[in-house]
Structure formats: structure tokens, C-alpha cells
């Protein structure tokens, strides 16, 4: 099922305007959600992201956008498509109103909810091999935009087709200063001893829900040092362990970059903290 501002629609009733902006301009942001035994985790720091991002891109925020609002409409949508399935993914997608050329006619907006299986309601780590690739033709901007999800994403649809030709199971993104920002589809940690850094949100790297748990889990974990420090592509190899984060997956282990083999015990150890976090929110 389809949610289209509220209404619920089968998949094949639903259609999009020509004239739509997310598709004309890629005037849109969306979010995505992972829902466990009927609960979207860290609804309320996916809820602010969302609300963030419209602001930044001057969207006119309707008055029944609440976080109690759009949790319910996004678990309506997940009980009519899949009933009482343990583990869902949603997507909700909000665009401006169609009307206008490069500047809009109107700030108002609409949303689409969908909802699709996964397999497990708790993150598991990957055990297959993971071979990532820095891609090197085109950069990720170090401003604003860079940090919300919106749907501008053309370096990461290029750098997917670039790691599916070679083999690659994913690439890491570079900012304008050719330092490293982020994987395809989520942030980047790198381990080094107990030190455990991730970029900062001033060099480009999305404003991720996972990595934001991570961030604050470090009061919880005194062995290692949580610091958020511009990671450059020669520190890559003399890594212990690189890793992606992002709320679909959880954490996924990188295990080779060129001729570097990498462990993967933090992020295992860190992964069963995530799922202990995640029962308590």
C-alpha cells in the first residue's frame, strides 16, 4: 500500500504528475525509517531531521505535521501493506508543490509514504566480504545541503554504478578538499587503536540517525575515544577497522580497501550495544 497524504492507495493506483517538483528539480527530501515489532526506531530523530531539512529548503511545514501525525500515518501504511510483520522499512518522501519553474509558485507541500520487508527485526553484522573503492570522479559538497537527505543524490546513483562495473560492493565519497565524507549510503567510522573517528557534519557527511547513536553511546564505552575529525584518504589503509552506519543495516563492516584487509570486532561489539539501545528507546 501507498500512502499519498494521508490516503491509502494500492501500489498500481498511484501515479506521479509529470509536473511533480521532486522529479523536475529534485525538490524533495525524505527519510528512512526502519520499524521493529510495530515500533519506528529513533522516531524522534528521524521526526526532527525531517523537519530540519524542510526548513533549510524552505518548505512550508503543514500544521498537522506532527510527530505524533506522520508516526501514525507511517504505521498505518506498514499494518495495511504487511499487517504484523516483524521488520519493515518505510520511506516517506515529501515534495514541494507542483507549480513554477526553478522558483516555485507556492512553498506548500505533499507527501508519499512506502513501506517494504525486511528480514530480521534486530541488526546483524555482514559477514561476507565487503570491498569498498574511493570514487574519485565527482565530489560531494562540504555545505549545507550536503547534510540532509534530499533528493539530490546524483554523486552517490554515479558512484553505485561506478562500484557495481568494478566489482565493488561500495565506494566512499570525497568533499571538495578531496578528503573522505561518507560511503553510498551511509557514514563512515574508521578505527585506530581505541580511537574511533567519523567526519564532521561541516565536511559534508550526511547528519545520519545511526551515526548520531554511536556518537552518543560513547558515554557508555570509556575504553575507546569518539571524536568527529576530517579522516583523509591516506589514513585509510593504516586503519584496524573501517565501517558504514546507517539505519536500514546498522553497521556494515568494511573488509578490504585496495590491498588492506580489515578486522571487524568493534563493529561487532558495537552492534549488540545498537540492538540493546534500540529495545530501550
Avoid at 240 to 268: C, H, W
Wanted: hydrophobic share 40%.
Amino acid at each position: 500500500m501507498i500512502n499519498l497524504n494521508g490516503k491509502l492507495f494500492s501500489a498500481s493506483d498511484v501515479s506521479i504528475s509529470p509536473y511533480n517538483r521532486g522529479l523536475l528539480y529534485g525538490d524533495a527530501v525524505f527519510e528512512t525509517l526502519r520499524i521493529s515489532s510495530g515500533k519506528i526506531l529513533f522516531w524522534e530523530d528521524h521526526y526532527l531531521r525531517l523537519m530540519a531539512s524542510m526548513r533549510i529548503l524552505r518548505m512550508e511545514i503543514p500544521m498537522d505535521f506532527t510527530m505524533e501525525y506522520l508516526q501514525e500515518q507511517v504505521l498505518n501504511t506498514a499494518s495495511a501493506s504487511f499487517g504484523n510483520a516483524a521488520a519493515l522499512k518505510s520511506r516517506i518522501t515529501v515534495f514541494r508543490n507542483e507549480g513554477g519553474l526553478y522558483t516555485p509558485d507556492e512553498l506548500s507541500v505533499s507527501y508519499i509514504i512506502t513501506v517494504g520487508e525486511l528480514d530480521t527485526p534486530f541488526y546483524l553484522i555482514n559477514q561476507q566480504e565487503f570491498e569498498v573503492e574511493l570514487f574519485k570522479d565527482h565530489y560531494v559538497n562540504s555545505g549545507l545541503l550536503s547534510t540532509i537527505k534530499s533528493n539530490n543524490k546524483i554523486v552517490h546513483v554515479l558512484g553505485g554504478i561506478y562500484a557495481k562495473e568494478n566489482g565493488y560492493q561500495n565506494c566512499l565519497l570525497l568533499n571538495e578538499h578531496k578528503m573522505v565524507v561518507e560511503a553510498l549510503n551511509g557514514n563512515l567510522f574508521l578505527v585506530s587503536g581505541k580511537t574511533i573517528k567519523t567526519p564532521p557534519i561541516t565536511d559534508g557527511c550526511l547528519r545520519g540517525i545511526i551515526r548520531k547513536q554511536l556518537l552518543d553511546l560513547a558515554k557508555q564505552l570509556p575504553e575507546y575515544t569518539f571524536v568527529e575529525e576530517t579522516i583523509s584518504p591516506f589514513e585509510l589503509q593504516k586503519a584496524d577497522e573501517l565501517f558504514i552506519t546507517n539505519v536500514a543495516s546498522g553497521i556494515q563492516p568494511i573488509t578490504k580497501y585496495r590491498k588492506k584487509v580489515y578486522q571487524t570486532e568493534v563493529a561487532k561489539e558495537l552492534i549488540t550495544k545498537l540492538n540493546v539501545k534500540m529495545r530501550l528507546s
